[in-house]
């Protein structure tokens, strides 16, 4: 059985990660005996926008919904194309039309990693984020009125939905009830955005009750934020709304050392559609070009991609391999964001001769 | 001249840590002989709530607009009443309807305390966020439709006008300017939250053509809150909508080591109204009732307050006095959440005599 991923390298660095994100990938199939084949797209970048006035196609959706998996580098490059134009124009596009309901990001203190805060190790961080990723504060409904006048008024609705909301809700229960810890933890502002967020706390007390086995809490983002510099340690499974799960997965992995080695999964758990994996980074501006970007969070995302087609053993061996690279520490295979003197390719082939 | 302040302990160890800010403006008042008066309400509490079945009297605002500043201690106890309505029946009310628009919160790593960040020392991290106060996420325009029912849907519009955002983005001007680095950073997330967000973005760059001095940046708001714990040594100003500022402005503080020392002052710059001082830390019920709480963000806010009423002199004193208390480290007079044995009271009063 052949898999078919479609590879959209993007922007920036992720064009330069994306190699040793297939040399991984790569590598797993051989040893796995997976057969996976490729194809390479240009468009959802903003060189594509540049030369088209648009980020994708006309008809990027009957080419893309063929494939069982998409595998994303970066987007963005506010100089060429403003930022929401191109996200807007790519990334969300997927993530809306292919119906990726959940966004799945995993938050874990490597071995290796220095983390920022003081006296962690690897273990006492280690979480996921569970994200709803179609709705919510990003929203396409709003607009300005008495543009350019004193008077000028901007709205933008925050929509949420039963539909919407309850499954990612129980995507995150179940996963809570599949984990040692059995904890849910969901992020509110039931205070102070006092329409929505009270209505999703009585969403999450209402799925609760299908699960007696978890053990939910909820803190407001404002203090959540602060929960997760103070004690990382108390979380297993972490749910949130777009927005808050937007912030809160680059504040995790930013307390674990670096959001460069982050993973991401947009997935449509029904499988009407192919999910998308690709890092939690963006495309870097400021150090794209230059071959040192950090390819684990490509890398890590296409463990996840092939956990998502059916071979955990496989994605658990790429994960074991980076792990096993960022314990022996070898300063002329890392790279400099976590304290090396090498470079995204000596990295990503380090990774996979290990797998 | 006499200085009508109106004392509204609220909830929980706000009843417990308000006799210390008192004793502090008392202190500060004595030794440079400014004219104080105290009148305390009971209301804007659960307590009242559910004695009165509302959080504030019907005639709230008439009693209140006349005095010169208003000390909150904290509100909000969710099983007496959901936050939502204890919220927006009381502190939420003063802050609109008093127009306090900027709501100012220093962030600073203080002698004595601990960071959870690795080697961070005092004078690394020394920023102010600066808060929109009234609008944007913080709106009363919603509700829900299918209600119950499987097709339900939940809105809320976040409202921003030129009005609202460009006075807080010129307070927000005015103080870069006015300190050494003279740097502004604003939080934004138009990538993802694309028709509030550019605007805002464009409302900073037109604001910025009258600061010519004040260099500014912006960062989308996820990478923010990690480049708050990888890099808080770059923040000098911070100023961001009235929820990204929620967010901000709790996370700065855990960077510090706690959010127990963290004040805040909700100003109505233009003196129409008066202005509110209050802490950032909430009621906190978890620890409420044994005295243990950390007195210093109420104390410092009181500081804030003496500097509005226009006595820098005595705000300094106020500041000098738990800094060199803080340095001290007397375990037997700190509170626990800073490593000591002491109460409220230890602390509160060992500051007091400072002063
Ligand atoms: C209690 C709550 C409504 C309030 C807010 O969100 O503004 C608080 O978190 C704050 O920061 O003052
Ligand atoms: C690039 C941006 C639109 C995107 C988001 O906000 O969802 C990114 O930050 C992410 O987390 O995937």
Redesign the pocket.
Known sequence: MTHRIAIIPGDGIGTEVMPEGVRALEAAARRFAIDLEYQTFEFGSCDYYVEHGQMLPDDWFERLKGFDALFYG???WPEKVP?HIS??GS??QF?RRFDQYV?L?PCRLLPGIQSPLADRKPGDIDFYVV?E?TEGE?SSVGGRMFEGTEREVVIQETVMTRHGVDRVLKFAYDLAQSRPRKTLTSATKSNGIAITMPWWDERVAAMGANYPEVSVDQFHIDILTAHFVMHPDWFDVVVAS??F??IL??LGPACTGTIGVAP?A?LNPDGTFPSLF?P?H?SAPDIAGRGIANPIGQIWSGAMLLEHLGYPEAGQAIVKAFEAVLAEGEVAVLTPDIGGTGTTESLGRAIAERI
């Open positions: 970066a987007v963005g930022d996200l807007w990334l969300l993530r966004n990001r994200r990723n990003y777009n927005l799960g937007d997965s680059d991401s947009n690709e939690v963006g």
